[in-house]
Structure formats: structure tokens, C-alpha cells
């Protein structure tokens, strides 16, 4: 599978891009006070024009061709009733973790002082309007808007509740099937999901919790009409390798593997899993989070269609690397036994054992039968019987 940028690793410059996009992102969430009334339009009132108009572009609104000549309370006045709309509509995608979020804030009213959350989830919650901030002592205070409680209240009942699980089902599932086919299509994937739920759900549903899921969840990315792994680094191309397997479908999985599967962080810790793992561990010193962590790098690799010599400059970047050559031959076993055992993206989910046997479908000829010493169809200009015969028969 061919990819169209390098593969490589540099923890110390991911570590720090991710503090200086926090400390900008404090910076910029420090500016706002907490309002005395916890109502949207104080919450609007204190973010900038172009936080709001990021607002309307993440609600879908018409936008100003210049933001510059709109006065920010002619935005106010368009934002804060469609927020209020769309939190009504937005709410029936809830997964279990929102909602348990919003229960909080109802019941301390609006206040999520002593709640712990990952800051791209507030984020991203706050991009549609249904949270907000501000600083109080000292301190960043989040909360959710009193009309946006209201709306929340509507719903919040036992049929919300057991809405709510068969969301976190499906979104569950989803990230299970793209951990184990790296990619799917939302058509393909609906109609695998409902294979496995037991309830019937519309299609605008199921995208509504896909969209919402793909925001909250780091593992897994919505594109344009595909669910991908959050580890893929190439869609297009592994599309075509998935193509290239002609009629291969995608691999049929019990339910429990997919449901396990989709958790953040999950590992299939198989037979060769653990001995490439272990080897690290005995070889190197690593500890079991280290072994982990180098075993999931190699799979990413694998999974992008990358091969041996890919995997042999991230090993010599992290200082794994093996100091003779009966290890190293050691090592390169263990990862063809992990790469021939494990379900690849590019197979759908197959192993190379399970692809290989799988059934090739019989050649069907249609129309007039054609002689062997006729000139073959293929306008080579060679007999029938020297050209393609051979290939179709084989």
C-alpha cells in the first residue's frame, strides 16, 4: 500500500507542540469572567466574534462574507436562539459520558466545578454552545447555560436514558469495526450495525451519533463518508488496497470482539502480541507500558502499509535497535509471526491466513464461446489459446 507522506517519530517534538497548543489555549480561555447569571446570552456575550462565528459554522449558519463589518450583537441576536434549537436536536446523539455530565450540571446548578474532563471534549462542547467558562478566583469555572438546562430537562427521562445506551452501543461498535478494517463507509457501516443491535434505528440517527462520537472520541475520525482509526495516515490509499482484494468482504467478528475493540487504548493481546511484547521487555528493560507502547508503534506501521525497513528506523530512533545479529534475527521473526497473525486493515480485518482462504469466486463466461486458435479478444494479435486463456484459466 503505497502513502504519500514519511513515516516518523518524534516524541519530544509531539510533546511539545501539545503543551504550547495548551498553554495558547489557556491563554485564550483565561480572557472570559464567569457571569454573575449563568444564561447563554452572557455565555455568548463573553466569547470574541470570531469564537462566535465558529459557532455558526459548526451549527451549520449562515456566516458573514466579512466578519469585521458585523456588529457582535447583531451575532448574538442570531446565534442564541439556534443554539438553543440545536441543543434540542443535538441532545437525542448523547452518549453515556455527556450525559452523565449534563446530570451533574443540572443537579449544581450549571456548575461543573469538581468534574474532570478531557479539555477537547469541553471544547468541543462549548464549539456548539452547550458549555461555556469562565474564570472565578483565580480559577477556570465551566458551566451550562440555564436555557440550555431547559432544554435538557425536556428529555431527560427513562426513554432518553435507554437512548442514550444504545448510542454508546453504536458508537462502540463503530470503533470497534474501524480498529480492526481501518476504514469503512457509513453506508457499509450502518448496515453492520444494525446486524448487531437489537433496535431499530434510522439512518439520520446513526450519523448524528457517529458525527457526535467522532468529536468526542480521540480514536476514532469522521470524514466526509468514511469512519477511519484515528491511526490512519493515509485513507485513500488504503482504500485501494482494500479494493485490490477484489471480492474480499469484511471480516464477520462476534460481537464481544467488536464491543471490546472499541474502547480507547484497547490492545489484542494474541499469542504473538505478547511474545514481541516480552521480547522487548527482556532484551531492552522495557517495562510492560514501554513494551505496549513499542508493539502498538510497530502496528501502526504495519496497518499503514509500511514494511521492515520502516520498522527498523523507528526501532534505531528509539533505541531499540538490537546490539547483535542473532537477536536482531530474533526480533524480525517475532514481527513477521505478529504481522502474519494479526487482522489487517488492508484485508479488511482478515489475517493473511484467513484471505488466503477464503473461497475466489468462479469464472463466469457469458456470450459466443470462443475457439481456441481465434484471435484473442484482448486485441493482442496472438492466438486465444496463447494469451489469455492461460490467464483466465488460471
Not at 62 to 83: F, G, T, W, Y
Not at 141 to 149: A, D, H, K, L, R
Amino acid at each position: 500500500m503505497e502513502t504519500e507522506r514519511e513515516f516518523t517519530f518524534s516524541e519530544a517534538e509531539y510533546n511539545e507542540l501539545m503543551e504550547a497548543q495548551k498553554a495558547e489555549r489557556m491563554k485564550s480561555l483565561r480572557r472570559h469572567k464567569l457571569p454573575e447569571k449563568l444564561t447563554l446570552r452572557e455565555a455568548l456575550n463573553g466569547m470574541t466574534k470570531q469564537e462566535l462565528e465558529d459557532i455558526q459554522y459548526n451549527l451549520n449558519l449562515p456566516m458573514a462574507k466579512n466578519i469585521d463589518r458585523v456588529k457582535k450583537a447583531e451575532m448574538l441576536d442570531m446565534v442564541e436562539p439556534e443554539v438553543v434549537k440545536f441543543a434540542g436536536r443535538w441532545f437525542v446523539s448523547a452518549l453515556q459520558e455527556q450525559k452523565e455530565l449534563f446530570d451533574y450540571a443540572c443537579q449544581h446548578k450549571g456548575l461543573l466545578e469538581n468534574v474532570h474532563c478531557e479539555d477537547y471534549r469541553l471544547d468541543y462542547l462549548r464549539g456548539i454552545g452547550v458549555l461555556s467558562c469562565g474564570m472565578q478566583d483565580g480559577n477556570l469555572v465551566w458551566f451550562m447555560p440555564e436555557e440550555i438546562q431547559a432544554e435538557y430537562q425536556k428529555i431527560n427521562n427513562g426513554a432518553f436514558a435507554d437512548a442514550v445506551n444504545l448510542n454508546s452501543e453504536v458508537m462502540r461498535l463503530a470503533a470497534g469495526m474501524v480498529f480492526y478494517y481501518g476504514i469503512i463507509n457509513y453506508d457499509e457501516l450502518y448496515k453492520k450495525i444494525c446486524d448487531y443491535i437489537d433496535a431499530d434505528l434510522e439512518f439520520a440517527d446513526f450519523m448524528g451519533i457517529i458525527f457526535n462520537g467522532g468529536c468526542w472520541y480521540p480514536h476514532v475520525v469522521t470524514g466526509q463518508h468514511d469512519l477511519m482509526h484515528e491511526s490512519l495516515m493515509n485513507p485513500e490509499a488504503l482504500q485501494q488496497a482494500q479494493r485490490q482484494q477484489g471480492s474480499l468482504g469484511y471480516a464477520d467478528l462476534p460481537y464481544d470482539k467488536l464491543y471490546d475493540a472499541g474502547q480507547d487504548g484497547y490492545i489484542e493481546s494474541t499469542e504473538a502480541y505478547r511474545a514481541l511484547a516480552q521480547y522487548f521487555m527482556q532484551k531492552k528493560g522495557l517495562d510492560v507500558l514501554q513494551a505496549a507502547e513499542a508493539v502498538r508503534s510497530i502496528t501502526i506501521i504495519i496497518q499503514n502499509g509500511y514494511g521492515m525497513k520502516e520498522i527498523v528506523g523507528f526501532l534505531a530512533d528509539n533505541q531499540l535497535k538490537m546490539d547483535n545479529g542473532q537477536d536482531a534475527d530474533e526480533l524480525y521473526r517475532l514481527i513477521g509471526q505478529y504481522n502474519n497473525t494479526m487482522p489487517l486493515w488492508m484485508l479488511k480485518g482478515h489475517t493473511l491466513a484467513d484471505a488466503a482462504s477464503q473461497p475466489r469466486p468462479a469464472v463466469v463466461r457469458e456470450g459466443r464461446k470462443i475457439g481456441r486458435n481465434e484471435p484473442c479478444p484482448c486485441g493482442s494479435g496472438k492466438k486465444y489459446k496463447n494469451c489469455c486463456l492461460d490467464k483466465e484459466w488460471n
